[in-house]
């Protein structure tokens, strides 16, 4: 059975910092791509982040990137998000996702879905 666990949210101030993890079994993790999104209440689901879990390469949204930085530990079989200087904009549910791609610069749909984790940023 295909799982992707995300973690690792929780409520913080603005300016500080949470890492977020996303577990994977049950599929190839080292041909995957795994993504990050969020989708605050009232909002569209946007795009993060993105890793080749294949050779590392990475994606991010350009108004995130030098704040959010996304790692892969294929022998854990896990992605990370580091998210620094968190803004109350931040807030939203996070989630990963996995796809077979061979680029991150892709727009399509993802093949598997983790169920979110609340990240909650106050002023």
């Known amino acids: 059975d295909v799982q992707l666990q995300a973690s690792g949210g929780g409520l913080v101030q603005a300016g500080e910092s949470l890492r977020l993890s996303c577990a994977a079994s049950?599929?190839?993790?080292?041909?995957?791509?795994i993504g990050w999104f969020r989708q605050a209440p009232g909002k569209e689901r946007e795009g993060v982040s993105c890793?080749?879990?294949?050779?590392?390469?990475?994606y991010y949204d350009d108004s995130l990137k030098g704040r959010f930085t996304i790692s892969s530990d294929n022998a854990k079989n896990t992605v990370y998000l580091q998210m620094n200087a968190l803004k109350p904009e931040d807030t939203a549910v996070y989630y990963c996702?996995?796809?077979?791609?061979?680029?991150?610069?892709?727009?399509?749909?993802?093949?598997?879905w983790g169920q979110g984790t609340q990240v909650t940023v106050s002023s």
């Open positions: 049950g599929f190839a993790f080292d041909d995957y791509a």
């Open positions: 890793i080749m879990n294949s050779d590392g390469s990475t």
């Open positions: 996702a996995a796809v077979l791609i061979l680029s991150c610069d892709y727009h399509g749909p993802y093949d598997y």
